[in-house]
């Protein structure tokens, strides 16, 4: 059975940078795409960054050239590096990992941005 761990959020102050990490233990055979979501109070989750095993990589407007998305093939963790963070990037983020055919789901953690 594989399960999905996400840790890495916190409190930062605007303009700093966080780590976000995903961690999916179990056996995984391939990984087709991993993303990052994320949602605040009243919206909609929204795609912030997506990776496939291709090598398509997508970013969401607003965190172009501040985010980037990556994988460690030998610990099955899917990384969100976060910098130049803005008040606006308040928000709970989830990982999404689709993998040998089946969709996975972080359990969520919190980034805050506030001086």
């Known amino acids: 059975q594989v399960k999905i761990v996400e840790s890495g959020g916190g409190l930062v102050q605007p303009g700093g940078s966080l780590r976000l990490s995903c961690a999916a233990s179990?056996?995984?055979?391939?990984?087709?795409?991993w993303a990052w979501y994320r949602r605040t109070p009243g919206n909609e989750r929204e795609l912030v960054a997506q990776?496939?095993?291709?090598?398509?990589?997508n970013y969401e407007d607003s965190v172009k050239g501040r985010f980037t998305i990556s994988r460690d093939v030998t610990r099955n963790t899917v990384y969100l590096q976060m910098t130049g963070l803005k008040p606006q990037d308040t928000a709970v983020y989830y990982c999404?990992?689709?993998?040998?055919?089946?969709?996975?789901w972080g359990q969520g953690t919190q980034v805050t941005v506030s001086s």
């Open positions: 999404n990992i689709y993998a040998d055919y089946h969709n996975y």
């Open positions: 179990g056996s995984i055979a391939t990984f087709f795409s």
């Open positions: 990776a496939t095993h291709v090598g398509d990589i």
